[in-house]
């Protein structure tokens, strides 16, 4: 088991909480193409969970390298771009794409994920494996799906319309690559 402990090797205990977010990414699309939208939000916020915890390892047991940081990024493009933007089409938009404008439909998701995509890369550029900067610019894309969850709440109240979920994703797509400074927690 010291293979655990091990910064060079790729199943670490760090990676390894990574590879969970990612297995519960992967389950919460199982889900959402279920229509089980209670299961697939549970599997999101537990990829969330996963997600701190990775680091928090990684920092305490001295485990980040360059893999993990790659590593981490593609599972944060599966859970919290891929899978927010999934789990507002499936549980709004899904067959009102004809209704709504379907240039528009298509411009704001694949805007988003453009958006988060370019986002990870960028911070992979600019990170220093093993240290971690006091301030984000731009908003972690944690944040941005936690942002398309309210969004998707306040929509299920009927204060939104879809015209307005949809803007409100090219919106919170362009704040992951602006220049706001978020305080790293």
Same mark, same amino acid.
Request: charged letters at 10%.
């Given at each position: 088991?010291?293979?655990?402990?091990?910064?060079?090797?790729?199943?670490?205990? &760090?990676?390894? /909480?990574?590879? !969970?977010? =990612?297995?519960? *990414?992967?389950? %919460?699309?199982?889900?959402?193409?279920?229509? +089980? @939208?209670?299961?697939?939000?549970?599997? &999101?916020?537990? /990829?969330?969970? !996963?997600? =701190?915890?990775? *680091?928090?390892? %990684?920092?305490?047991?001295?485990?980040?390298? +360059? @893999?993990?940081?790659?590593?981490?990024?593609?599972?944060?493009?599966?859970? !919290?771009?891929?899978?927010?933007?999934?789990?507002?089409?499936?549980?709004?938009?899904?067959?009102?794409?004809?209704?709504?404008?379907?240039?528009?439909?298509?411009?704001?998701?694949?805007?988003?994920?453009?958006?988060?995509?370019?986002?990870?890369?960028?911070?992979?550029?600019?990170?220093?494996?093993?240290?971690?900067?006091?301030?984000?610019?731009?908003?972690?894309?944690?944040?941005?799906?936690?942002?398309?969850?309210?969004?998707?709440?306040?929509?299920?109240?009927?204060?939104?319309?879809?015209?307005?979920?949809?803007?409100?994703?090219?919106?919170?797509?362009?704040?992951?690559?602006?220049?706001?400074?978020?305080?790293?927690?």
């Amino acid at each position: 088991m010291n293979f655990l402990f091990d910064k060079n090797h790729h199943f670490n205990l &760090a990676n390894l /909480a990574t590879f !969970f977010n =990612i297995a519960a *990414g992967v389950l %919460a699309i199982y889900f959402l193409t279920h229509q +089980e @939208f209670f299961g697939a939000a549970l599997f &999101a916020w537990i /990829a969330g969970a !996963f997600d =701190i915890v990775d *680091g928090k390892i %990684a920092r305490k047991y001295n485990l980040s390298t +360059e @893999f993990g940081v790659q590593l981490d990024s593609f599972a944060d493009f599966l859970s !919290f771009v891929v899978v927010p933007t999934m789990f507002i089409f499936f549980a709004i938009i899904d067959g009102k794409e004809l209704q709504l404008n379907t240039l528009f439909v298509a411009f704001a998701f694949i805007y988003y994920i453009i958006s988060g995509l370019r986002r990870l890369i960028q911070f992979n550029i600019n990170a220093d494996v093993g240290n971690v900067e006091k301030y984000f610019t731009g908003i972690p894309t944690p944040l941005g799906a936690i942002l398309l969850w309210c969004v998707y709440l306040v929509w299920l109240t009927g204060f939104l319309n879809d015209y307005v979920v949809l803007s409100s994703m090219i919106v919170i797509g362009y704040l992951l690559n602006s220049k706001i400074k978020i305080p790293h927690l």
